[in-house]
């Protein structure tokens, strides 16, 4: 992009600052302006990676040293006349290309077939008009149009936002929708997971909508930052790759020394020069294990297949075995370590007592199957009543949907609204058979900056409201508060404990409160209305962990493998999850972004990292700052992940592992397994199946390496 158009830390700008700096206006660009620009800038788009051709793939089973000594004793054979032996070997080279070549093409079509190949529309503003265009047409100053349901096309500086909440999860692994405000100005050195008045290319716009003015395209956006670091990180050879090196170079000494020294007792002997040459050749092809290379891709293609059917789908063969060698996973935590899917855990019930009572809420993801349990057991009919008016407090204060279609639960809306809807349905309220009895008449929609909705609703001649929001707000609109003993003075103080808990431990935590008001005109409900009402309740959500997850992790401790979880989640989230699952008890093994940034030199980084096993709010070029300070460790490093933001440290690793069901292109392209369910105890699995592998090799390669050892002990006694 031309330096005219790149602005440093737009963030960091006031609005009419980035507009002047573009030469651009609220109403867009002059569509010859445009066009213009679009000529200077090029088009606003990645470079795609070509698959490799068949005849590459082919060429490259035999880019090996061992295969390399193997051509070489073939062409001593020819020399020697030798043609049974120089046929024997071709055609073992030929056979292990082509079971290569088969495995690894199959692989690659796979890949291919789960790439989202969907063409991107946006809206934007043109002399003050709405064009519909491609992405790929957009330049610096252009005006876009985000609304709920499209995905940014390019990086933008927010103009204006109503109720905007963006899903970042792609760049930043943060995974909850981030609220979005324009008129905010910025540090300039904040974190991208807090760049509030910022759209970034690739993330999803969950709720509302807004517009903003392009600030970066292509490659000079984030999400193009991370392909350009793809591009140029080097990849780092698997660890079958670097043994086999050491094993031929050996074998290559070994049987140098054992023709030089038989070459030396025929000349002592005075057999003819020509016949200690032949002497020495045959001894050398006779040594070289010429089947190790068939046995091996046999194996590992046998491997690979067995993979497959455990969801791991493998694209390069050696990744079989560099899976089965890893000492370290470095895994993504939202959708593979949890299911990515915001869930009631908790419900906070104000009692008679002076503390409140936490009951659990059984059941995980959007499946309504689950129940109460308080801390007596399932609830009795003074709670379950309490329970339902919180339920239709849930299912009235909320624009989200749940149902149930062609067998499957389908919903959409926000996060925090289908989890309400989710606890509703266990509590067996429907949004639909409540409307029936109490009709709305009003609503006040959620927004970022009131952090609050409201419902009103005809309840026969009067009125009564339902609130959902932040626990400091809603409370000062409350003056009681509802017990299984009925109604009382509210209790703010140990209410607001109960809150902080429960936040402290990685919940999200939202008030439900409702009442009957006095209102003169229903239809302008404001927050004027809002006082005196009744809290119900509080609801303390989380992304929960998926079943077969903490198994999984405490199988790779059995193995010897250390885990660790990198994620952009706030650290008090990460350290909850990585508490469950045993990854980490101490705060101190937790580490954040900001204290990799503080970090000099990579001794120290290593130090850092030694013990650290949960990394929260975590910058894309960090997580590869984390893997390659495990490797200079010595570790084997495996890494998983699904964004954008993964792909650097997928690239660097032994070992990248992507997720196939919600992964991205950039994500599978950079790595060498691909997990098709996206889940953490598949790729448990394919190490399981990894080191089978790496049996079966070790077996191969002893079995003929005894062989051609015995023949060089004849050749020698002969």
């Known amino acids: 992009m031309p330096d005219a158009w790149r602005i440093r830390a737009p963030h960091h700008l006031a609005i009419d600052a980035v507009l002047e700096r573009l030469n651009t206006s609220r109403d867009g660009l002059a569509p010859d302006e445009a066009q213009a620009r679009l000529a200077q800038v090029g088009p606003n788009a990645l470079p795609q990676p070509e698959g490799d051709s068949l005849a590459r793939i082919f060429l490259r089973q035999f880019a090996s040293p061992l295969i390399y000594v193997l051509m070489a004793a073939a062409i001593l054979s020819l020399t020697i006349g030798e043609w049974s032996d120089a046929g024997f070997i071709t055609a073992v080279l030929l056979i292990n290309a082509v079971i290569g070549t088969f495995q690894e093409y199959s692989a690659q079509r796979a890949a291919e077939a789960l790439q989202r190949l969907v063409r991107i529309r946006c809206r934007v503003l043109r002399a003050g008009e709405s064009y519909e265009i491609d992405a790929e047409a957009l330049v610096p100053g252009d005006i876009v149009l985000l609304e709920s349901g499209t995905r940014v096309p390019a990086d933008l500086r927010l103009l204006e936002g109503h109720d905007l909440e963006i899903d970042e999860s792609l760049l930043t692994g943060e995974s909850l929708a981030v609220a979005k405000q324009a008129d905010l100005i910025l540090d300039e050195d904040v974190p991208l997971a807090e760049r509030r008045n910022m759209a970034f290319a690739g993330t999803l716009v969950m709720r509302g909508r807004g517009h903003g003015v392009v600030v970066a395209t292509g490659l000079d956006t984030e999400l193009g930052r991370i392909a350009a670091d793809v591009l140029e990180q080097p990849t780092v050879r698997a660890p079958l790759v670097e043994r086999m090196e050491r094993f031929t170079r050996r ?34 092809v006779s040594v070289i294990p010429e089947g190790l290379p068939v046995a091996l891709t046999v194996a590992l293609a046998v491997s690979m297949r067995r993979m497959a059917r455990r969801h791991v789908l493998i694209r390069r063969l050696v990744a079989v075995e560099s899976l089965g060698s890893c000492t370290f996973i470095a895994t993504d935590k939202t ?63 909320n624009e989200g949907y749940l149902g149930r279609r062609n067998g499957q639960w389908v919903h959409h809306g926000d ?3 289908v989890a309400l809807l989710v606890l509703a349905h266990k509590l067996g309220v ?20 009131r952090r609050f909705a409201a419902s009103l609703h005809r309840d026969g001649p009067a009125y009564r409201v339902y609130v959902k929001g932040a626990v400091e707000r809603v409370l000062p609109m409350c003056s009681r508060m509802a017990t299984p003993a009925g109604e009382q003075e509210l209790d703010a103080e140990n209410v607001t404990a109960a809150a902080l808990k429960l936040a402290g431990s990685g919940y999200r935590v939202i008030a439900l409160a409702a009442g009957e008001v006095a209102i003169a005109d229903p239809e302008t409900l404001s927050d004027a209305d809002l006082h005196a009402l009744t809290l119900l309740g509080l609801v303390a959500m989380i992304d929960p962990l998926r079943p077969e997850a903490t198994r999984a992790v ?119 397994i691909i997990i098709t369910d996206d889940n953490f105890a598949s790729i448990v699995a394919g190490v399981e199946e990894g080191r089978i592998a790496y049996g079966n090799v070790r077996k191969v390669i002893f079995l003929l390496v005894s062989t051609g050892a015995a023949e060089l002990v004849l050749f020698l006694l002969s």
């Not at 025929?266 to 003819?272: H, I, S, T």
């Not at 409540?434 to 900056?449: K, R």
């Open 335 to 397: 959708g593979t370590l949890t299911l990515n899917q915001l869930t009631v855990k908790r419900l906070v019930v104000p009692a008679s007592a002076a503390e409140p009572e936490v009951w659990e809420v059984t059941g995980e993801g959007l499946e309504p199957t689950g129940e109460v349990v308080t801390p007596r057991g399932l609830s009795d009919a003074s709670e379950q009543a309490l329970l339902r008016r919180l339920a239709e407090a849930a299912v009235l204060a």
């Open 415 to 417: 996060a925090v609204d």
């Open 430 to 449: 429907n949004r639909d058979e409540v409307l029936v009895h109490l009709p709305e008449v009003a609503t006040i929609p959620f927004e970022s900056e």
């Open 554 to 672: 405490a199988l790779c401790r059995q193995a010897g493998i250390e885990v660790a979880m990198v994620t952009g989640d706030h650290p008090a989230t990460a350290l909850a999850i990585a508490r469950e699952l045993g990854l980490a008890r101490d705060p101190a093994q937790v580490v954040t972004g900001a204290d990799l940034e503080q970090v000099e030199g990579t001794e120290a980084l290593d130090r850092l990292t030694a013990k650290a096993r949960v990394y929260a709010r975590m910058e894309p070029r960090q997580k590869l700052d984390i893997v390659q300070s495990l490797q200079r460790q010595g570790h084997f490093v495996a890494v998983s992940g699904d964004g954008a933001n993964d792909a650097p440290a997928l690239r660097a690793a032994h070992v990248g592992v992507a997720m196939g069901e919600n992964g991205t292109d950039v994500a599978r392209e950079s790595a060498d």
């Open 251 to 284: 074998i290559a000494v070994l049987v140098g020394i054992a023709a030089l020294l038989m070459a030396a007792v025929a000349m002592l002997r005075g057999m003819p020069m020509a016949d200690v040459f032949m002497m020495a050749v045959a001894l050398a």
